[in-house]
Structure formats: structure tokens, C-alpha cells
């Protein structure tokens, strides 16, 4: 078969950018090379600098034809020039002049190299000598000694480097002339495989047609390799079929993972990760690739890797539950089944950690409520057996125990609207009636009902306000949170004490805020004063009657207003409630 055309284009395609980069190095090598080699001359200049001048140092109280014999010394058989200069610019040697001419050199201290040498402490300059009338390479370094301070200049001539220059040029040449011959024997090469490998990539061709995908042949545009090219062209039809068809189904794969709420991790069966779904990599905190790469890399978690190294080794399912670290922590359960026989396995992670909290809260609930309810009752029950044995015939007695029973049934009650109340905000979730409030009206109701609490305690009262945009709202609830705020100050402050309270906009939002002198709150226990049943100081408060719900249903309040509440506080210095209600306009 001729193959001349496609040879010769093969050639044209293969040895013209090499030819072009070849020569367009070789111009740049050759435009370059100059400065190199005078870089490089300073930069080894400027390396003996420091070794001749140690040679020179310790000589400098030598006579002056004494030196200029030295440097003769130094530079005997080299190209190198060295110059021995005062600081005042005298030249004291010169290892390229005689004595006589040494002592009728000029000034040199306006020379580049001295000048910036003196200043800086070394200095270097590309010139022609004044004094040999040479193109040098000057080097220049400050000798401070104790007969003064000297110049100790090295110089080469630009002649040499030229020379230099010229020999490297040569060897360009003779390296682009081998390149050359070794591509054109690189081409012979190419063309003689070519026509070897046709009958090849004929019967390569049939078996792509074949079905045997593993085998590929590039498509040529010559006439003479149509066959090969029809017989790929339908293979390449086959194969992007079925790729469509693979791609589809792994996109139906991935976008089915992708939207799941649990995370998804699949392993081979020797424990390393083949997928790990969106999901999962949040749960994780997994950033970039995690194919390829063991569980234990990826999470840092042992649980994790012990279930599924148990699950391979056992070929059964299995089912953990690990805390991932934070902050904050979450609880996740892991849930491991076995993908088949040489397949692996799939672990499902869900993280867990409402309902973990969720459980919590009902516990803590439980017992809290059974605690607020066992001691009241308790007390009745202490009260009431006592008057059945014989107290009901002491008139005083009998009154106290009464009095405390019914004192204790008020507690109950307060507790039991407490719950209802909180209970009743719960089910709201949000969904309360509006209707035009006047916050001011509100506040003043509250402060009439606390006067005598305010007038046992002599507790100095101080309002601050100014008017206020109109407000929608559920007036009962409003209500229900001024005065809790109000009745925490008032109970928790000390005889005397003040309680200054403020109503005013700010932004878009109404702002309520109660100030207090009392006893104030932990800072480890500013961020639960809010929970319920939460008591900073448990003996305290129920000594004062509360039930630990007050402040829990402040926060539940604010936020059926779509607001918030804070709180700030020194302990033994007072507590600052505020409570942040947005504008709603009636």
C-alpha cells in the first residue's frame, strides 16, 4: 500500500515544531549567552574576593612595591587583574602594570565599582579600563585593616569571555546538527513502524467491531484506511451507547444518594471506600475525594471501622451508635448490611441527635416535675397526718399546719398553670391572634400588681420610656412575661435595691428591658437560665416560690412574637433581662 502522502505529512507534522523550537532555543541560548557568562564571571569574582583578601589583609603594612609585587604573585598566570586601591582612590598595585606605571595611575575612587564597593561594603561594573583601555568584568570589596582602609579590586577581561562564548556557539551548532539527524532518523523510524503496524490496525479494527472494547485504534483521514475507519466508526457507535446508558444509570444512582437524608458509604470488600454520599460527608465532616481511602482516615472513628471490619468478617449485618465530635456533638447511628459475595458492604448513618436530645429533655422532664410535685405533696401529706394525730385539738397549731397545707396547694396550682401555660405556648407554635397591644398599659398593669412585693422589699423602682410605635400581639401572654420578668428582679434582688426598667424602639424592633441590683447569675449558668425547671440556686428559689418555669415561658413568649430575649449578668452586682420584639403594626 502507498503511503507516501500520509508519510510525508507525518514528517512535515512531526519535524516542524521540533525544528522550530530547536532553532528559536538556539537563537535565544546564543542571544543570552553573553550576559550569562559575564554574571557568571562577576558572580566567581565575587566568590575569591573574600579569599584574596585574606591573603591580603594581614600583608597590608608591607611597602608599596612590596604589594605591587604581591599581587603580581597572586595573579601570575591567570587573566585575572587585581587593583590594590587606598579608600582615598590612590592605587597602591596593580597586578597588570608596572611599578612605574602604578605610581602614574589616576584617581580611581570615581570608578562604579570602588565608589559603590566603599559605600556598601562590595560593588561590581561591565566597563572599558581607562587605564588599559580594555572591556573588564570589575569586582571590588573593602579591606579595613589597621594601616587603613583599602579597595581590593578583581577584574576579567571581556576578550576571554568572548572567546568563551564563541567555543559554546560552536558546540549550539554542533548539538542542533545531531538533533536534526537524530530526528530525521526518528521519522525513517516512524514511517517504517507505520507500515509495518497497517495490517495491524486492520485486524485491531475487526476486533473492535468484534465487541472487544479493550482494543483501540486511531482513526486516520487517508482514503486507503477507509475500511479501518468504517469499522471503527461503528464500534465508536456501540460504545457510546452503552456509556449513555451506564452514565444514565449511575445519574439516576448518584441523584437517588445525593437527596437522601442519611448518609450512604459503600466499601470493597477489603474496607476501602468505593462511595460516600453527600450526606454522609456532612455527618463526617469529609472535605474532598474519599474514594479510594479506609473509613478510619476519612472519620477518625473507631466504632466506625470496627463495624465494618466486623460486618466483612463476619458477612452479617450489624448496627452501632457514635458521637461525632463538634461543637456540637452529634449522636449518629450507624446501620451496616452486607452487599454480597465479593461485593462489600453498605454502612447507612442517620444522625440522631434531635431524638437523642429529644429523649433527654422528656427525662429531665419527668423527673423534674416528679421532683416539684413530691415535695409539696410530701409537705400536705406531713401537715395533714399530723392534724389527724392530734394537732387538730391545739387551736394555734392547727391554724399554722392549715396555713402551710394551704401554702403548698397554692405552689401546686402555680406550678400546674406554669405547665399548662407553657404547654399551651408550645401548641401555638407560632400561631397566635394578633390584636392591638399597648405595651405601656401592659407594664403599668403588671407594676400595680407587683406594688406590695415592690413595697416589702423597698425596692426602688425606676421607669424609663418613650413612645412607642403601635404593636399587635397576644395581650395575655405579653402580660404573662413582664410580669416574670419583673417578679425575677423583685425576688432576687437584695432589701433596698433598684429595678430600673426601660421600654423604647430601637430599629425595627421593640425593646424590653429589666435592670436589677440583686444577687445576679453564674456565668456557667447564663446559657441555661432560659430551660426549664433550671434554678441557679435551687434552695433559694424555692424558698421564693418558684416553680422554675418563669423564665422558660418568657423565651417561648418572644418567640411565638417572632422575637428573642438575652440576658447579661455580674454575679453579687445584678442581671439585665431584654427581651427584643420586631414592629408589627395593628
Same mark, same amino acid.
Given at each position: 500500500?502507498?503511503?507516501?502522502?500520509?508519510?510525508?505529512? #507525518?514528517?512535515?507534522?512531526?519535524?516542524?515544531?521540533?525544528?522550530?523550537? #530547536?532553532?528559536?532555543?538556539?537563537?535565544?541560548?546564543?542571544?543570552?549567552?553573553?550576559?550569562?557568562?559575564?554574571?557568571?564571571?562577576?558572580?566567581?569574582?565575587?566568590?575569591?574576593?573574600?579569599?584574596?583578601?585574606?591573603?591580603?589583609?594581614?600583608?597590608?603594612?608591607?611597602?608599596?612595591?612590596?604589594?605591587?609585587?604581591?599581587?603580581? &604573585?597572586?595573579?601570575?598566570?591567570?587573566?585575572?587583574?587585581?587593583?590594590?586601591?587606598?579608600?582615598? =582612590?590612590?592605587?597602591?598595585?596593580?597586578?597588570? /602594570?608596572?611599578?612605574?606605571?602604578?605610581?602614574?595611575?589616576?584617581?580611581?575612587?570615581?570608578?562604579?565599582?570602588?565608589?559603590?564597593?566603599?559605600?556598601?561594603?562590595?560593588?561590581?561594573?561591565?566597563?572599558?579600563?581607562?587605564?588599559?583601555?580594555?572591556?573588564?568584568?570589575?569586582?571590588?570589596?573593602?579591606?579595613?585593616?589597621?594601616?587603613?582602609?583599602?579597595?581590593?579590586?578583581?577584574?576579567?577581561?571581556?576578550?576571554?569571555?568572548?572567546?568563551?562564548?564563541?567555543? %559554546?556557539?560552536?558546540?549550539?551548532?554542533?548539538?542542533?546538527?545531531?538533533?536534526?539527524?537524530?530526528?530525521?532518523?526518528? #521519522?525513517?523510524?516512524?514511517? /517504517?513502524?507505520?507500515?509495518?503496524?497497517?495490517?495491524?490496525?486492520?485486524?485491531?479494527?475487526?476486533?473492535?467491531?468484534?465487541?472487544?472494547?479493550?482494543? *483501540?485504534?486511531?482513526?486516520?483521514?487517508?482514503?486507503?484506511?477507509?475500511?479501518?475507519?468504517?469499522?471503527?466508526?461503528?464500534?465508536?457507535?456501540?460504545? &457510546?451507547?452503552?456509556?449513555?446508558?451506564?452514565?444514565?444509570?449511575?445519574?439516576?444512582?448518584?441523584?437517588?444518594?445525593?437527596?437522601?437524608?442519611?448518609?450512604?458509604?459503600?466499601?470493597?470488600?477489603?474496607?476501602?471506600?468505593?462511595?460516600?454520599?453527600?450526606?454522609?460527608?456532612?455527618?463526617?465532616?469529609?472535605?474532598?475525594?474519599?474514594?479510594?481511602?479506609?473509613?478510619?482516615?476519612?472519620?477518625?472513628?473507631?466504632?466506625?471501622?470496627?463495624?465494618?471490619?466486623?460486618?466483612?468478617?463476619?458477612?452479617?449485618?450489624?448496627?452501632?451508635?457514635?458521637?461525632?465530635?463538634?461543637?456540637?456533638?452529634?449522636?449518629?447511628?450507624?446501620?451496616?448490611?452486607?452487599?454480597?459475595?465479593?461485593? =462489600?458492604?453498605?454502612?447507612?448513618?442517620?444522625?440522631?441527635?434531635?431524638?437523642?436530645?429529644?429523649?433527654?429533655?422528656?427525662?429531665?422532664?419527668?423527673?423534674?416535675?416528679?421532683?416539684?410535685?413530691?415535695?409539696?405533696?410530701?409537705?400536705?401529706?406531713?401537715?395533714?397526718?399530723?392534724? /389527724?394525730?392530734?394537732?387538730?385539738?391545739?387551736?394555734?397549731?392547727?391554724?399554722?399546719?392549715?396555713?402551710?397545707?394551704?401554702?403548698?396547694?397554692?405552689?401546686?396550682?402555680?406550678?400546674?398553670?406554669?405547665? #399548662?401555660?407553657?404547654?399551651?405556648?408550645?401548641?401555638?407554635? =407560632?400561631?397566635?391572634?394578633?390584636?392591638?397591644?399597648?405595651?405601656?398599659?401592659?407594664?403599668?398593669?403588671?407594676?400595680?400588681?407587683?406594688?406590695?412585693?415592690?413595697?416589702? *422589699?423597698?425596692?426602688?423602682?425606676?421607669?424609663?420610656?418613650?413612645?412607642?410605635?403601635?404593636?399587635?400581639?397576644?395581650?395575655?401572654?405579653?402580660? *404573662?412575661?413582664?410580669?416574670?420578668? %419583673?417578679?425575677?428582679?423583685?425576688?432576687?434582688?437584695?432589701?433596698? =435595691?433598684?429595678?430600673?426598667?426601660?421600654?423604647?424602639?430601637?430599629?425595627?424592633?421593640?425593646?424590653?428591658?429589666? &435592670?436589677?441590683?440583686?444577687?445576679?447569675?453564674p456565668a456557667a449558668s447564663l446559657d441555661r437560665v432560659f430551660e426549664r425547671f433550671y434554678r441557679v440556686d435551687k434552695g433559694r428559689s424555692r424558698d421564693e416560690g418558684g416553680t422554675g418555669l418563669g423564665l422558660a415561658i418568657v423565651k417561648h413568649v418572644a418567640q411565638l412574637h417572632g422575637g428573642r430575649v438575652e440576658v447579661e449578668s455580674t454575679l453579687g452586682e445584678g442581671s439585665t433581662f431584654r427581651v427584643y420584639l420586631p414592629v408589627s403594626p395593628g
Amino acid at each position: 500500500m502507498r503511503l507516501s502522502f500520509f508519510s510525508n505529512r #507525518l514528517r512535515i507534522a512531526l519535524a516542524l515544531p521540533v525544528l522550530t523550537a #530547536l532553532l528559536v532555543s538556539t537563537g535565544i541560548l546564543w542571544l543570552l549567552l553573553g550576559n550569562l557568562l559575564q554574571q557568571s564571571a562577576a558572580r566567581q569574582l565575587l566568590d575569591t574576593l573574600p579569599i584574596v583578601a585574606n591573603s591580603i589583609a594581614d600583608r597590608l603594612t608591607l611597602q608599596p612595591r612590596e604589594l605591587q609585587d604581591l599581587v603580581q &604573585e597572586l595573579t601570575s598566570g591567570t587573566e585575572v587583574r587585581l587593583t590594590l586601591i587606598r579608600a582615598d =582612590g590612590v592605587v597602591v598595585a596593580d597586578s597588570s /602594570r608596572s611599578w612605574e606605571q602604578v605610581q602614574r595611575m589616576d584617581d580611581h575612587a570615581g570608578r562604579p565599582e570602588i565608589s559603590t564597593a566603599l559605600e556598601g561594603g562590595q560593588g561590581s561594573s561591565v566597563r572599558r579600563s581607562d587605564t588599559t583601555g580594555l572591556q573588564y568584568v570589575y569586582t571590588a570589596r573593602v579591606i579595613d585593616s589597621e594601616s587603613g582602609r583599602y579597595v581590593l579590586r578583581l577584574a576579567q577581561p571581556l576578550a576571554g569571555l568572548r572567546a568563551l562564548r564563541r567555543n %559554546l556557539g560552536w558546540m549550539l551548532l554542533a548539538a542542533s546538527i545531531a538533533a536534526l539527524l537524530s530526528i530525521s532518523g526518528l #521519522l525513517w523510524w516512524m514511517q /517504517r513502524r507505520i507500515s509495518t503496524a497497517l495490517p495491524e490496525l486492520f485486524a485491531g479494527a475487526e476486533r473492535l467491531e468484534e465487541g472487544d472494547f479493550n482494543h *483501540r485504534v486511531e482513526l486516520p483521514p487517508e482514503p486507503e484506511l477507509a475500511r479501518v475507519g468504517r469499522f471503527l466508526n461503528r464500534v465508536a457507535e456501540q460504545a &457510546e451507547t452503552r456509556i449513555d446508558e451506564l452514565e444514565i444509570e449511575r445519574g439516576h444512582l448518584t441523584a437517588v444518594l445525593s437527596s437522601m437524608g442519611e448518609g450512604v458509604l459503600v466499601t470493597d470488600t477489603e474496607g476501602f471506600v468505593w462511595l460516600a454520599n453527600r450526606a454522609f460527608k456532612e455527618i463526617f465532616g469529609i472535605r474532598g475525594e474519599a474514594c479510594g481511602r479506609s473509613a478510619l482516615e476519612l472519620t477518625r472513628q473507631t466504632q466506625l471501622e470496627d463495624l465494618i471490619v466486623s460486618t466483612l468478617v463476619k458477612g452479617m449485618g450489624s448496627t452501632s451508635e457514635i458521637q461525632v465530635g463538634g461543637p456540637p456533638t452529634r449522636h449518629v447511628a450507624l446501620a451496616s448490611t452486607p452487599l454480597g459475595e465479593g461485593l =462489600g458492604i453498605v454502612v447507612v448513618a442517620r444522625d440522631i441527635t434531635d431524638l437523642v436530645r429529644l429523649t433527654q429533655v422528656r427525662r429531665d422532664f419527668i423527673a423534674n416535675i416528679s421532683h416539684e410535685l413530691k415535695t409539696p405533696l410530701s409537705a400536705i401529706r406531713g401537715y395533714a397526718e399530723t392534724l /389527724r394525730d392530734g394537732a387538730m385539738e391545739e387551736p394555734e397549731a392547727s391554724h399554722r399546719f392549715l396555713g402551710r397545707i394551704l401554702q403548698q396547694c397554692s405552689r401546686l396550682q402555680t406550678l400546674l398553670e406554669d405547665l #399548662l401555660t407553657l404547654s399551651k405556648l408550645e401548641i401555638l407554635e =407560632g400561631q397566635i391572634e394578633r390584636q392591638p397591644v399597648d405595651l405601656r398599659a401592659i407594664l403599668d398593669d403588671c407594676l400595680e400588681t407587683l406594688a406590695p412585693q415592690i413595697g416589702d *422589699r423597698q425596692i426602688q423602682l425606676q421607669v424609663q420610656e418613650v413612645p412607642l410605635p403601635s404593636q399587635t400581639g397576644d395581650a395575655e401572654a405579653l402580660q *404573662r412575661l413582664f410580669i416574670n420578668l %419583673l417578679e425575677n428582679a423583685i425576688k432576687y434582688n437584695r432589701e433596698g =435595691g433598684r429595678v430600673t426598667v426601660h421600654l423604647r424602639p430601637e430599629d425595627e424592633e421593640v425593646v424590653f428591658q429589666v &435592670e436589677d441590683t440583686g444577687i445576679g447569675i453564674p456565668a456557667a449558668s447564663l446559657d441555661r437560665v432560659f430551660e426549664r425547671f433550671y434554678r441557679v440556686d435551687k434552695g433559694r428559689s424555692r424558698d421564693e416560690g418558684g416553680t422554675g418555669l418563669g423564665l422558660a415561658i418568657v423565651k417561648h413568649v418572644a418567640q411565638l412574637h417572632g422575637g428573642r430575649v438575652e440576658v447579661e449578668s455580674t454575679l453579687g452586682e445584678g442581671s439585665t433581662f431584654r427581651v427584643y420584639l420586631p414592629v408589627s403594626p395593628g
